[in-house]
């Protein structure tokens, strides 16, 4: 027994507090009412340094002082306090903690894309062919499931043979849950036949599209460390043959998925869906000379409703006007 309470700890000192501190506050548990002159007497201690010493147990919660007395906190609700505090500290050191685990994973993605480009060990395929290209889309999808794949598309060619042949099968992909695509096209291929249909299903399939005035190049990334580039930056690729390069390696993969995010974030949402629908409708028509009486009875709504979707359509296309909305909408070929 002897040597069992030499062992246990003191539960002051455990939480932090001093041998001087658990000294001044054992003596206020006794006095439980005191002033510092009466705690400094029964403590054999200056009155200075035991009112310094005061100040800390206040504010460390365990002791209370009112009209310059001090009294003595139940030890229960003392130390939960005092406990809390650490519990806190503990807890900000636990997120500090994850934050670091988190950002390791970033270290590690640069340390290996460092290591590639140093090595020179990362594979460069050439590839022929519109088959070849969207079929090995496919082939890495089933390899890595719910791989991402960002595609940048830049002009009418390669979209119209996309909406032709070449849509369907990732389509299906994406409702096996294989992969997600987003995509950034040219506002101009809207209007291509069969596009609003392609585009349609590839959405409420999980796709994401956005577009652009002019979309650079060609590129794509398939999950992270597969990247498709052109034989040409810039060029499509109907005019090389469907020529392309299939690069593995995480630094490329970085590169242009940096690039696709600042197209993404700079390009507009395509107008489809229920509400864009809506704002689609009354822009259309106002734009045949249609005033908000006769746009309600053609849609079969409530003025009311007619001048809401004016409003959201304002907000959405950034216009102060309906005529400039009407102009707004029909660049980004809402109207088409």
């Avoid at 406990?83 to 636990?94: M, V, Y």
């Avoid at 822009?283 to 009875?297: F, T």
Wanted: hydrophobic content about 40%; glycine content about 8%; overall charge neutral.
């Amino acid at each position: 027994m002897r040597n069992e309470s030499r062992t246990r700890s003191d539960p002051l000192e455990t939480l932090g507090l001093d041998p001087a501190q658990r000294t001044l506050y054992t003596a206020i548990l006794r006095l439980h009412r005191a002033t510092r002159t009466d705690i400094a007497q029964a403590t054999d201690g200056p009155v200075d340094k035991v009112g310094r010493q005061l100040d800390d147990l206040v504010r460390l919660g365990v002791v209370d002082e009112h009209s310059g007395e001090y009294f003595a906190r139940h030890p229960a609700a003392a130390l939960g306090r005092v406990i809390a505090q650490r519990l806190d500290r503990l807890a900000e050191e636990s997120r500090m903690i994850d934050s670091a685990l988190g950002s390791i994973r970033g270290l590690i993605r640069d340390y290996d894309a460092g290591r590639d480009y140093q090595s020179g060990s990362f594979t460069v395929e050439l590839a022929n062919g519109a088959d070849v290209l969207y079929e090995s889309v496919v082939g890495i999808a089933v390899q890595s499931p719910g791989m991402e794949l960002v595609t940048a598309i830049p002009d009418e060619r390669t979209m119209t043979d996309f909406v032709r042949k070449f849509a369907d099968p990732w389509i299906d992909a994406q409702k096996r849950k294989l992969l997600t695509v987003y995509a950034v096209i040219p506002v101009d291929t809207l209007a291509l036949p069969g596009v609003r249909a392609q585009l349609t299903e590839l959405i409420e399939t999980g796709g994401q599209v956005r577009t652009l005035r002019r979309v650079p190049s060609w590129f794509m990334t398939a999950g992270p460390e597969v990247a498709g580039l052109p034989p040409f930056w810039g060029g499509n690729l109907p005019d090389h043959a469907y020529n392309f390069y299939l690069v593995r390696t995480p630094v490329v993969v970085g590169v242009l998925r940096a690039l696709f995010d600042e197209l993404w974030g700079r390009a507009v949402p395509l107008p489809w869906g229920r509400k864009a629908e809506g704002m689609v409708q009354v822009l259309r028509l106002a734009a045949q000379g249609m005033c908000d009486d006769s746009i309600a009875r053609q849609l079969g709504v409530s003025v009311r409703t007619v001048r809401a979707r004016f409003a959201d359509a304002m907000s959405e296309l950034g216009t102060q006007t309906r005529f400039h909305a009407g102009v707004e909408a029909t660049r980004r070929g809402w109207l088409s």
